[in-house]
C-alpha cells in the first residue's frame, strides 16, 4: 500500500479522506510542507498539499531527494508551486474543480452581508442595541455586477446575480464562447460596476490587478469581493482607498498575507500585520478565513478528485489533471 504524507490538515480534510480512501497509507501532518518539514514524507513516494503551503523550488528539490514522486495539489490553484524546479524531477497535479456553487455562494452571501450591514446588526442585537441607524444599504436589483474570471465558479456567479435582477458584465482574456456574456474590458468593469467580484486565478497578469489605479476608476460606492487569491488585490492601496472613502466597502475571504494567519486560531496572540489589523477593524470591511469552498460537496469533490489523480499516477495512467510547466 503506498504511502501518502499529507500536510496541513485539518479535521474536515482527515474526515473526508478517510471516508473515501481505500488504496493508500496517509500519513497525516498538523505543520505545513516547507524545507523544514520535507523529512516527515520519508518513506513516501506522494504528498498532498495545499494552498499556502511552500512548495517552492528547495522544497521540489528536497522531496526529489527524499524519493518523492507526486505532489498532489488538494485545490485548483498552484501559484505556490515553483512548477519550473518539478519540471524533469517530479510531478505535480491538482483539483480543476469540485463545487463552484460553494465558492459562488459564499461570494455573494458576503456581498449582501457587506451591503446590509448584517454582520454590524448580529453583533448590535447580542447587546439588545436594535438602532436602525447605519445599517443602510441597497438594492442588488437593477445595479451592475463586474466579474473578473468567467471559469466555472465566475460563469455560476453570474447566474446568481442574474438572479437577483443584476446586470452583469464581465472580464477574461479567454471568453467563453457561445455563453451569452457581455464581455468588456477592466477599465469598464472599474468604471460602471456597483459589485466587483473576483474569480480568476492569481498569475504575473492578475497580480494586484486591483491597484491605485483601478480603485481610481471606481464608484465611489462600489463594492470589492474577493473569493479567489490574495494577492489580486493590493491591500495597501485597498485601505487608503477606504480611509479616503473612495470606495464603498470590501468583502474578503482571501488576504495576501494570509499563509501564516489563517487556517488556525490566532486569538490568543498578537497579530502584527498592520494592514490587516485596521482593515478588519473597519465597518465596511467584511472578512471571513477563506473558507469560501467550506462545503461538504466541495470537501467530498476535492477528496475524491486528489485521490482519484493518484491513482492514475501510480497506475501509469495519464494525468488529466498534471500541471505542467509553460517554458
Partial sequence: MEKIAFFDTKPYDKEWFDKINKNYEIRYFEGR????????????????????????AKTIELLAEQGVEVIAMRCS????????????????????????????????????SLN??????????????FSLNGLTGFDLYGKTAG????????????????GFGMKVIAYDPYPAEGSGIEYVSTEEIFRNSDIISLHCPLTEQTRYIIDDKAISLMKSSALIVNTSRGKL??????????????????????????????????????????????????????????QAFLTEEALRGIAEVTLSNLDDFFAGRELKNEVKSKK
Avoid at 119 to 126: D, F, I, K, Q, S
Avoid at 148 to 158: E, L, P, Q, S
Wanted: negative net charge; proline residues 3%.
Fill in 33 to 56: 510542507l516547507r524545507p523544514a518539514s520535507v523529512r516527515l514524507a520519508e518513506g513516501c513516494r506522494a504528498v498532498c498539499a495545499f494552498v499556502n503551503d511552500d512548495i517552492s
Fill in 77 to 112: 490553484g498552484f501559484n505556490n508551486v515553483d512548477i519550473a524546479a518539478a519540471e524533469g524531477k517530479l510531478r505535480i497535479v491538482r483539483v480543476p474543480a469540485y463545487s463552484p456553487y460553494a465558492v459562488a455562494e459564499h461570494a455573494m452571501g458576503l456581498i449582501i
Fill in 116 to 129: 446590509r450591514k448584517i454582520h454590524r446588526a448580529y453583533n448590535r442585537t447580542r447587546d439588545f442595541n
Fill in 147 to 162: 466579474i473578473i474570471g468567467t471559469g466555472n465558479i465566475g460563469r455560476v456567479f453570474i447566474d446568481i446575480c442574474r
Fill in 233 to 290: 488585490i493590493d491591500s495597501e492601496a485597498l485601505l487608503r482607498a477606504l480611509n479616503e472613502k473612495r470606495i464603498g466597502g470590501a468583502a474578503l475571504d482571501v488576504y495576501e498575507e494570509e499563509s501564516d494567519l489563517f487556517f488556525k486560531d490566532n486569538s490568543d496572540s498578537i497579530v502584527t500585520d498592520d494592514v490587516l489589523s485596521i482593515l478588519v477593524s473597519r465597518p465596511n470591511v467584511l472578512l471571513t478565513s477563506h
